[in-house]
């Protein structure tokens, strides 16, 4: 009896690894994502409070195939506006598609300039670039004030810039 | 109260009633007396090899930790032990767009197993531990592939430079050894690894630490073969 008690150890000895190794598991992103600049909009107010443009498009400029981020998108109240990786300096044009709106006010530009570092946080977002904006400016046709929150863009989830507008009533 | 803290006391307090169980036999020796021990009070060193990473990087694994161990027993109780092993990595993680590497790095642990059974006359042993471990480590990441969809940009052979770190670790075990002729001993072990600290800085966090693992998985499990040159052959105790 002691003797098959024991041999039935030994059996549970090597089966139990193999068991546990098999129920091992790891996950992973798809790839590693650059952080990119969330844009937030928000009415000229005390205080701010958050607001929707009726129909805004956006676009870089020197995007090699003139691709269109936004289009013509209606009641939006954040769009990204991802850096280039090759570049130093990229601008957005934002586009009030309303037809309430005529020139001059018709669009603004946004523009960033930055240096970046490779990063590694966790294995399963992978290597990434973190973004440090070093300049940001902005055109005031119908943008009444923006602000820079933070020059660090390491996250896709925080607001990295707010510009403001004044309400319509 | 933090998760991992729970998991330990919940171990603890799973393995209290064996503890418990182990105090109550009464042990008596040949000249009639109530004894503590059954076994000797020094058992002997016993000195084993980790079989579970060399295994693991057969089948696939893409890091190892190569590991001796060396114990002495004593009452077959108290098991003071001294682990350490080198450890590296090379590791392209599917999906991912990097490499990670870790050139060969010593570790140490130290800590010591309880026996529970310790008063059993049973061919084995069957134990909780506790250990310290601390490794310091050379890492860096290679072959990193990054791209800005938008922009049609992408970069590929980038690198992080090498960054250096030093890492310690707590662990909260489980393990059996059982022998299989004369001193040759067989055995695995669970292990709950808490990490404490780590140096990294810089660009790149430390991931596959030296000794602990994926800093990302708590869990660690060892598949042992011991030999344990022992002091004495037999004991002169009875258990009623």
């Known amino acids: 009896m002691v003797r098959r008690v024991i041999s039935l150890s030994k059996v549970i000895i090597l089966l139990i690894p193999i068991l546990l190794l098999s129920a091992c598991g790891e996950e992973y992103c798809e790839e590693g994502t650059s952080g990119m600049p969330l844009v937030g909009i928000y009415a000229l107010q005390t205080p701010p409070v958050e607001a929707k443009i009726d129909s805004l498009t956006v676009y870089g400029v020197d995007q090699v195939n003139d691709s269109i981020l936004y289009n013509n998108v209606s009641r939006i ?68 004030y923006a602000e820079l929150i933070t020059p660090e863009v390491n996250s896709i989830e925080s607001q990295t810039v707010k510009i403001y507008y004044v309400a319509e009533d | ?106 570790y140490n642990r130290v800590g010591m197993n309880y026996n529970i059974l310790y008063n059993k006359d049973i061919p084995g042993i069957l134990y909780v531990g506790l250990r310290y471990g601390f490794s310091f480590a050379k890492y860096q990441l290679t072959d990193i592939t990054t791209s800005s969809p938008y922009w049609e940009v992408t970069q590929t052979n980038l690198s992080i430079p090498q960054s250096k770190s030093v890492a310690h670790w707590g662990e909260l075990m489980l393990g059996l050894q059982v022998k299989l002729y004369k001193g040759l001993m067989m055995g695995w072990s669970v292990r709950y690894k808490l990490l404490f600290a780590d140096s990294s800085k810089g660009d790149a966090k430390q991931w596959i630490i030296p000794g602990y693992g994926k800093s990302n998985s708590p869990l660690g499990f060892g598949f042992t073969i011991n030999y344990r040159f022992s002091a004495n052959k037999k004991t002169n105790n009875y258990i009623k």
């Open chain 2, 1 to 106: 109260m933090s998760q991992k803290i729970k998991i330990i006391l919940i171990l603890l307090v799973m393995l209290l009633p064996l503890a418990v169980q182990a105090k109550k036999s009464v042990i008596v020796n040949e000249q009639g007396d109530t004894v503590k021990y059954l076994h000797p009070k020094f058992n002997g060193i016993t000195i084993g090899a980790d079989l579970f990473s060399p295994v693991s990087n057969i089948i696939g694994q893409k890091y190892g930790n190569y590991e001796m161990s060396i114990d002495a027993g004593f009452y077959n109780r108290f098991y003071p032990i001294y682990e350490f092993g080198i450890s590296y990595a090379n590791d392209t993680p599917d999906g991912a767009n990097y490499t990670y590497k870790v050139s060969p790095s010593f």
């Open chain 1, 77 to 144: 109240n954040s769009f990204y506006t991802p850096l280039n990786i090759s570049a130093e300096e990229v601008k957005y044009v934002l586009l009030y598609e309303s037809r309430l709106i005529g020139e001059p006010y018709k669009r603004d530009t946004l523009t960033y300039k930055y240096h970046k570092k490779l990063t590694f946080e966790t294995p399963e977002c992978g290597a990434s670039y973190t973004f440090i904006i070093d300049e940001f400016k902005y055109t005031t046709h119908s943008i009444a």
